[in-house]
């Protein structure tokens, strides 16, 4: 069509095509279908990131993220055995990540929808992912921003746990004792940064950008 | 290396910290006590070393008086001159009179929390570290040593930064996360400054770089006066407080770790624009 007629008619022929129930319905559709193909799309992502695997891989995994020098985030985030943290951050990929108010808009000829506030996902995000030896702390942003090691002396077998390493409230005490600890076993020493949330929900929201400008084909009689 | 970006940011926000802490929380308390000698090594001979049983004194919120048998004494006193030295809480004679038999007592402002720069890991400091007792624990005046970190303190780390695209024409948007460890040595205190930081979303404050910094290599100030708040006025906003995410370690978990030391956490996301090129 577009060789046979000139661009500016075509525009006109879409925003006069857009007016009919008919396109309107296949171009929302449309839209909605383009959505749920990005949404699937990063979940597909998160669930396949490399941080999110080596933790749903629990205490025994391997540093497949590269994240530490040795050990496994598991462990060194402070997670229990029976955790499953990565469930809350799907909940809320899920539940608000979501579009409505889906509309055409005859003059551009484009479909508009209210697009998911990624701050505010963020937001739920850091919420939903406290430590819980700090509460207000948030793991899945200290993945990106910086992870305090403290979660392993606290939880770890070779930790405060362990009774000859803890001194029943002498804490700061404890200091030589942890240290030979720190040496063995799992104890992982200093955290990398990784890109994580940030990222996968960013990403998303480009895409979402992307689909507020395009055109969707359909079909009818302008009459 | 010449000063770069990350220095000046860092110097600017433990600034920032030191004074909105001060000026917006009150968190300093005044002080009349005796000051002690103490052997510093790093001195050279002929100068002396006195120190109070706290540290840090306040700077920028009036001087500290310093008197030798209740006499007020002048820092430019040729038989007694001395310098002050802010971080460590005290003073340095070097004037020609000066010995290590002193009687000098002094009013001064001593700050509710130390700041202190730090790249250390937060395990590191909360379990490996060791920190001076400070006499506010264990209530018996003396000397406390010079150079040694003395708690209540704040420990800030710049963790991150990190730049991406704000506007054409090469403009960036920096983001800096600063990483605080808090030390107090009551509920209080901590929730106090808690509460303060919380508040300072959104907040700016100026870049100060090395040459504006208040405090010299002694630790004194490097002009007559200082003040922060002239500062505010004389210089343009540079960075914003993005977000603030406050938290304190449970109280089962202080129990195990930190028994005699209430922790929490200060975390800022920094945000500045700036031109990368021009830096």
Known sequence: ?223 | MKVQFNHEAVTSFTLWFDNHLINKGEGFSDHETQLYYVEDNRLPDGVFRYSSPYKQWVYGYGTPEIYKSEILLNKNDPDYGYWIDYENGGIVFFGSSASNNLNITAKYKVKDFNIYNTNLYEDDLIVEKKFETNSRFNQTLQAISPYDQVLPAVFINSETIENKGFAFGGQSETTIMFKSVVMAENMYQLDGISSIFADTHTVHFPLIGFDDHPINEKGDLKDESFSYQSKLAEKSPFFMIDRVVTAKVGEGVRQQISPSIYLGFLDFEVISVRFLQQS
Do not use: C
């Open chain 1, 1 to 223: 069509m577009s060789k046979d007629v000139p661009e500016a008619d075509v525009a006109s022929i879409r925003r006069q095509m857009s007016r009919k129930p008919e396109y309107k319905r296949s171009m929302m559709s449309g839209a909605i279908a383009d959505f749920e193909k990005i949404k699937a799309k990063m979940m597909s992502e998160f669930n396949n990131h490399k941080i999110t695997r080596e933790i749903e891989d629990g205490p025994n995994a391997e540093n497949t993220s590269g994240s530490l020098h040795k050990g496994n985030l598991f462990s060194f985030i402070g997670f229990v055995q029976g955790d499953t943290p990565t469930d809350e951050i799907r909940e809320v990929l899920q539940t608000m990540f979501v579009i409505s108010e889906v509309r055409v808009v005859s003059r551009t000829a484009r479909v508009w929808f209210n697009l998911p506030d990624r701050k505010e996902i963020l937001s739920s995000i850091w919420d939903k992912t406290h430590l819980s030896w700090a509460p207000g702390r948030s793991w899945a942003d200290g993945i990106e921003t910086g992870l305090s090691g403290l979660g392993q002396y606290i939880y770890s077998p070779t930790g405060f746990r362990k009774p000859e390493i803890s001194l029943s409230g002498t804490g700061l005490q404890a200091k030589q004792q942890l240290k030979s600890a720190r040496g063995k076993g799992n104890f992982a020493g200093s955290f990398k940064t990784k890109k994580y949330m940030r990222e996968i929900v960013e990403n998303a929201g480009k895409e979402l950008w992307k689909l507020r400008m395009k055109q969707y084909p359909g079909s009818g009689t302008i009459t």
